[in-house]
């Protein structure tokens, strides 16, 4: 069941960096691949160290990020997770559990790369996206 509009996910989607360069057609296509879902309070997204493939839009509610156990952020409305999760096998560096109940989306890694296969112009500019944010985080001075 359809929980957010489709106009609605594509403002939020347009939010994350990682997406920064799409035109809202491409949003918008990828917003017809994501999954509304629902989550109690305690549910946990995603855990510190395991591998994930799922990148999530919280719309209502609170979630908590801990880092070995430690709080380290809140998360609510407008906030997203999990956008490595959708190009590689890495660790999660966090764990994020639901405070509140949740409404939120989800982005699967599957749906992901078939729109990377079937627009290869997405795929450039999440690469374009990547490597600002490489920068930007880096201390390489050769970067």
Same mark, same amino acid.
């Given at each position: ?52 493939? =799922? $990148? #999530? ?7 908590? &990020?801990? /880092?070995?156990? @430690?709080?380290? %952020?809140?998360?609510?409305?407008? =906030? $997203? #997770? ?7 096998? &890495?660790? /999660?560096?966090? @764990?994020?559990? %639901? ?5 939120? $989306? ?38």
């Amino acid at each position: 069941m359809a929980l957010f509009s489709h106009d609605t996910k594509v403002e939020a989607l347009g939010r994350a960096s990682l997406f920064e360069g799409l035109s809202k057609t491409e949003l918008g296509e990828l917003a017809k691949r994501s999954e509304d879902l629902d989550y109690d309070t305690g549910r946990v997204f995603c855990t510190q160290g395991e591998v994930g493939s =799922d $990148f #999530f839009v919280i719309m209502e509610g609170e979630a908590e &990020v801990t /880092r070995d156990g @430690t709080k380290v %952020a809140d998360y609510g409305p407008g =906030d $997203f #997770f999990g956008e490595v999760a959708l190009i590689e096998d &890495v660790p /999660r560096n966090a @764990t994020v559990t %639901a405070t509140s109940p949740v409404r939120c $989306f989800i982005v699967h890694r599957g749906s992901f790369t078939k729109l990377l296969d079937e627009q290869p112009e997405v795929d450039r500019k999440v690469m374009r996206a990547l490597a600002k944010r490489l920068v930007a985080a880096s201390n390489d001075p050769v970067l």
